[in-house]
């Protein structure tokens, strides 16, 4: 490195003499850029969450192309995708929470249920969450579900009392 500093400092008063000199100029280039020491490359690890998580926010984009279709069955299959692709990943929970929602419109009431408590699980102040799966247990019609469906919007208007999600329809 000490003698890539000596030929740079050389290269360098050289272009200050000749500035039009392009054999000088790429020869500074080239030795500069051996001063520099190349970025780390990911580790096969890193690049394979780089592409599961690509892969999942793509699936969960595509969910959400599909939710403002109104295509449920299309959108379900495709938060589905981009949860199994990152289980743990950034868009995981969002992917639940989204596929709680589609539950609801294609009337899967447990399994609205059980992705909203998944992402309760992560984020219990997550309002969204609670208010759909309140509407899963109103949908429901039991008893049981109804006082669970009480309990979730009580606890959703706790936390945010003007929110859409924390009202009963």
């Known amino acids: 490195p000490v003698a890539l500093q000596g030929a740079v400092a050389d290269l360098t008063s050289a272009k ?11 020869l ?35 969910g ?14 495709w938060y589905t995708a981009a949860i199994d692709a990152d289980p743990k990943g950034p868009n995981a929970v969002a992917a639940k929470n989204n596929r709680s929602l589609v539950a609801l419109q294609l009337q899967r009431f447990d399994d609205a249920v059980a992705d909203a408590t998944d992402v309760l699980r992560s984020d219990p102040r997550n309002v969204k969450a609670l208010g759909r799966r309140a509407h899963a247990f109103k949908s429901m019609g039991t008893l049981e579900a109804l006082r669970k469906a009480k309990a979730d919007f009580e606890h959703a208007l706790r936390i945010e009392p003007d929110s859409a999600e924390s009202t009963v329809t």
């Open 16 to 26: 200050a003499n000749e500035p039009t000199n392009s054999k000088v100029s790429e």
């Open 28 to 62: 500074l280039a080239d030795v500069s850029a051996r001063l520099v020491p190349p970025a780390a490359a990911p580790s096969s690890k890193e690049r394979e969450e780089e592409r599961t998580a690509a892969m999942a926010a793509a699936a969960k984009q595509k």
């Open 64 to 77: 959400n192309e599909a939710m403002g279709k109104k295509d449920y069955e299309a959108a379900y299959r």
